[in-house]
């Protein structure tokens, strides 16, 4: 099926958590899709990586550490910009697989600040820029977490329930505006990072989880499908898309061969 190519007017794309795994995939989605993208992330040397990667490939990209827990440093960032076309809230992660009795509130205060928070300022910030456009597009990458919970991720399931609703609140309250709101909610995907950061670093305990799992989703899967509904025609909004690995077939119900 054809893509629609993006207006001079809402060509510009803003990725966050753009410096490993979803984030970066969509970069790059985004800009072979024709979209000038702004990569933003906390790690500066990786978002600058992947913007002259980008470049050398025929694209465009530019770089910008940013935050986005650090709603002074998002309004700074959004000033740069009149109007853009796209945004991505992907920045987000899980911090721990313990059980309510015992999990840590640091751990789920992160969470809900990156996930949730971050994902408030800057929509906030750059609602504006997107209304401007003409033919804005949100994004919220979220997760079947927050659409359904399993023993010990009380913490991000609450944090993804959190952007889930944020998304699906946003979009009744800008009903009428130029302006679409989609999630994306990616089941078991397998990146570098992600069940690594969430087990601190344990090799063993990030591997368990996609053990016995032939083909977990990848960064490419899920970055193929953000692009897809970001380059629907512009009346087509697509609300929510789950996507899961065949071998899942819920959150606690995944096919291993073991």
């Known amino acids: ?41 906390r790690r500066g040397d990786r978002v600058e990586a992947l913007a002259e990667e980008i470049t050398r490939s025929g694209g465009s990209a530019t770089a910008y550490p940013l935050d986005v827990t650090d709603r002074a440093a998002v309004d700074e960032f959004a000033g740069a910009f009149r109007t853009i076309g796209v945004l991505v809230n992907n920045a987000g992660g899980a911090l721990g697989a313990d059980p309510v009795a015992t999990g840590d509130p640091a751990d789920w205060r992160t969470m809900y600040e990156t996930n949730v928070l971050g994902t408030l300022n800057v929509t906030q910030a750059l609602l504006p820029k997107l209304v401007a456009s003409g033919d804005g597009t949100v994004v919220v990458v979220s997760s079947t977490a927050g659409h359904g919970t399993y023993e010990g991720g009380g913490g991000y399931v609450a944090a993804k329930h959190g952007a889930h609703v944020l998304a699906e609140t946003l979009r009744l309250e800008i009903v009428g505006l130029p302006v679409r709101v989609i999630e994306i909610a990616p089941g078991m995907v397998k990146t570098d990072e992600f069940a690594l950061t969430r087990f601190g670093g344990d090799e063993t305990k990030a591997a368990k989880v996609y053990e016995g799992v032939a083909e977990p989703l990848t960064a490419s899967d899920v970055a193929e499908t953000i692009a897809w509904a970001v380059t629907r025609p512009s009346h087509v909004n697509v609300d929510l898309l789950v996507l899961r690995p065949r071998a899942q077939a819920s959150n606690t119900k995944v096919h291993r061969e073991l």
């Open 1 to 41: 099926m054809a893509t629609a190519a993006p207006s001079a007017a809402s060509r510009i794309a803003v990725v966050t958590g753009a410096s490993s795994g979803i984030g970066a995939a969509t970069a790059r989605q985004l800009a072979a899709a024709g979209y000038r993208v702004v990569l933003t992330a």
